[in-house]
């Protein structure tokens, strides 16, 4: 089996080390050919122009930063819909916004492409170990065409519609796991002020009627006071305002993603973009004046 993968960041890395380590002929692309070295002594092979990646496959997967990424790489000249052949099929793994990945549908369907839609839940060590949770719409016949390959990648695979049903879902989910991360944070807070260690807090958390494999997750690095990211502070702030803007666009209040949206965008403003998003809580101690786990920056005169 032969496919190609689009897009070296943290995921876009730990996708083709994957597939390599499950034995397909993986060819890699990266605006910045730096990072495909690593890739290339693991096995793959690497194209310097975009189009070649279609010289030895008809799949592509890609893991792209953001909307602009996404239209650049699928629209743009020279780009994934314009060069590639008839019948292939696209694997969009990226956490965009449903307009950006419908953009890519119109186009992709004029030239007769199967186009997939398939953000993940986990991180690259959860995709290494071939666990992801992959949120799947499209055509169902384009979702059998990729089957054998997200079966190599993840461990769960939720189809919930023909069109941008998936991306609306990974947004939902980031949004409640952001929702989730900030009270996490209040009640650290509360009940360190309260003189109840954390470990104690979270402990009891897990055990209750709220505990949830999220919680269990981060409880090592809440305890450890570590924010080494795999998914930043910044990237939930774009996955938030992403949010907003479906709601907006479907006349949807949502108060609370609001509000997170807000605490998340002073937190990164205060230093702390590039941690983990677990950074809600140091900008919370600071807030209530409190000792921070990391430094974090004086508000600015507007706070």
């Not at 290494?128 to 979702?143: F, H, K, P, R, Y």
């Not at 059998?144 to 990648?153: H, I, N, S, T």
């Not at 954390?198 to 006071?225: C, H, Q, W």
């Amino acid at each position: 089996m032969q496919v190609a993968v689009v897009g070296l960041g943290k995921m876009g890395a730990a996708l083709a080390q994957r597939l390599v380590s499950q034995g397909l002929a993986v060819t890699v692309w990266n605006r910045s050919p730096g990072a495909t070295a690593p890739l290339v002594s693991s096995g793959a092979t690497a194209v310097a122009e975009l189009a070649e990646v279609w010289d030895t496959t008809g799949t592509v997967m890609t893991f792209l930063a953001d909307d602009d990424a996404v239209v650049r790489v699928y629209l743009g000249p020279g780009g994934l819909v314009e060069t590639a052949p008839a019948g292939a099929l696209l694997i969009e793994m990226s956490t965009i916004s449903p307009v950006a990945s419908a953009g890519v549908a119109a186009a992709a369907g004029e030239r007769g492409l199967r186009y997939l839609r398939c953000p993940v839940s986990g991180n690259p060590g959860v995709l290494a170990a071939g666990n992801l949770t992959l949120i799947v719409s499209g055509s169902e016949a384009a979702v059998e065409a990729g089957r054998p390959l997200l079966e190599r990648v993840g461990a769960k695979i939720y189809y919930v519609g023909a069109d941008e049903q998936a991306r609306v879902m990974k947004l939902a989910v980031n949004s409640l796991l952001a929702a989730t991360a900030e009270m996490l944070a209040e009640l650290v807070t509360l009940c360190e002020a309260s003189g109840i260690d954390r470990s104690v807090l979270l402990d009891v958390v897990s055990g209750s009627a709220i505990g949830s494999p999220f919680v269990n997750y981060k409880t090592e690095a809440l305890v450890g006071r570590r924010y080494d990211a795999t998914f930043t502070t910044a990237m939930l702030v774009k996955d938030l305002q992403l949010t907003q803007g479906v709601a907006a666009a479907e006349s949807v209040p949502m108060p609370v993603t609001d509000l997170v949206a807000q605490l998340a965008v002073a937190s990164c403003e205060r230093g702390l973009a590039d941690l983990d998003f677990l950074a809600l809580l140091p900008h919370l101690q600071a807030l209530a004046g409190r000792p921070t786990d990391v430094p974090v920056s004086p508000a600015s005169p507007v706070d």
